[in-house]
């Protein structure tokens, strides 16, 4: 669904689409806010997303996985491990 334009403050549609979705699931949030506390850096948080969200059986409608913004996903995360 992205056309690669800002959406909402995130770096597009996907994105902000996929960052909600990880926020809102409970037991997705709790495990990525654990890993945001473990993982050294956004890179290294984001690449794992990348790799675990798409094949975890997070149901995001319509989202193009190659075009979120993982890094930035991860960034979500990581503050609010550091709330």
């Known amino acids: ?13 996907d994105t902000w689409a996929t960052s909600l979705s990880m ?5 997705t949030y709790k495990y990525w806010l654990s890993a945001a506390r473990t993982f050294d850096d956004r890179d290294s948080l ?4 990348s790799m675990a969200v798409p094949r975890s059986g997070v149901v995001v409608d319509d989202v193009d996985w190659s075009e979120v913004d993982w890094c930035e996903v991860a960034d979500a995360f990581i503050e609010a491990a550091e709330d």
């Open 46 to 49: 984001g690449d794992r997303m």
């Open 23 to 27: 926020l809102n699931e409970e037991h």
């Open 1 to 13: 669904m992205s056309d690669n334009q800002e959406y909402n403050g995130w770096a597009n549609w």
